[in-house]
């Protein structure tokens, strides 16, 4: 048996970026985001990263991970890897506090650790032979560009808090976006202004807008905006499940021909599981429906399968793992299903992980979804992949063809140590706009 590298350093670094006060059905967006960086060495002298969502949980499991990892050959990521995910089963069986409903994000925090160790250990491997990672993933690279879509916010308006927003004052010579992505948009002509900005910056073809925040009449009508002036474009709706199985037939079944599809429009009510309601939402209006919330792991996977319930699964590899997603690519190509990818706030290491996922996946997909926008210019890698024409284009360079910019990286990692909440809460922003507003994943946002 030849051997192979060794990992002489697992660091585990979490970082913060700025973020707008983009709104959703857990609240607005605190005005910094958080993740956490995977840096391994090996003995090759080559760095292996990944990127996944901060959590106080996660980077517990990745710091414990530590003596496990280090002094392994990276022959052996397999094991590796599941030897994290038996670990973080036990982890998983502990009693947990009982949540007001789940928060989209909530499911999966804990697979997020195996994923992030798996893409890090990826891209070593990658290194080693000299190949992308997306050659490593099931079927191989089946093409160097992946469609990306344009993830539209409603913006509540930062100026009614004293949290540390930027500006984004406008300024001559710079693109209108990075100015708009900053400023208050409620209305459709707003958020068609917002669409126009990113579509003339990034070349995107299709849209989604992030629902559950006003009244889902109000959300539909900014829909028919966006088809009106982008009749070309694919566009979807997301509320997060916030929507009944009653309104979410009565807002979409009218909609054929601008919804192309219809992003967790229910979810679990009176004793049905959200698999059961998307099932029957799609026999109702014969809309195609898509989800990262009721099909998350295998076993939610089988029993949506069996119901019928998804069309376009969103698998992200920071949860579903970039390999696991990759399978699930394999499977919507087999069962005439199509593979998407649901996206969180996120920096150009997971970019790089949405390229590499999407290049190996078999079939026909659907743009994917990608938050990056609203963080573009926070680059924590040097030359990250850009959005042009709607698409990311992989860089041809093995491994993810990532290099971590430290300087960067030390900056970030100071700001995620400043703050006061480093974990993710929505809830926290939101108290400026609703005082004493709490989560409630039945009721959008600013319907109390
Ligand atoms: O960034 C957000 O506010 C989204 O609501 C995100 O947290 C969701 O997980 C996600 O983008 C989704 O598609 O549900
Ligand atoms: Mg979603």
Redesign the pocket.
Known sequence: MSDTPKIVEMQVIPVAGYDSM?L???GA?NCYFTRILLVLKDSAGHTGVGEAPATGVVLKILNDAIPHIVGQEIGIMNQLVSDLHKRDLEENRQPKPVLPGLR??DLERHHNAVAVLETALLDLMGQFLNQPVAQLLGPGKQRDEVPVLG?L?YIADRQKTDLEYLEGKAQAGQHPWYHLRHQEAMSHEKVVQLAEAAQDKYGFKDFKL?GGVQAGEVEIETVRALKKRFPQARITV?P?ASWSLEQAISLCKDMHGILSYV??PCGAEQGFSGRETLAEFKRATGLPVAT??IANDWRQMSHALQLNAIDIP?ADPHYWSMRGANTIGTLCNAWGLTLGC????HFDVSLAMLAHLGAAAPGEITPF?T?WIWQEGQHLTKNPLQIKDGKLALNGLPGLGVELDMDAVGIAHQRYNTLRHKDRD?AIAMQYLIRGWAFDGKRATLVR
């Open positions: 983009l959703n059905i857990a967006h989209p994000w993830y916010f992030k997301d997060n992003e967790d990262n919330m969103l649901h996206s969180n706030n979804d938050h929505d």
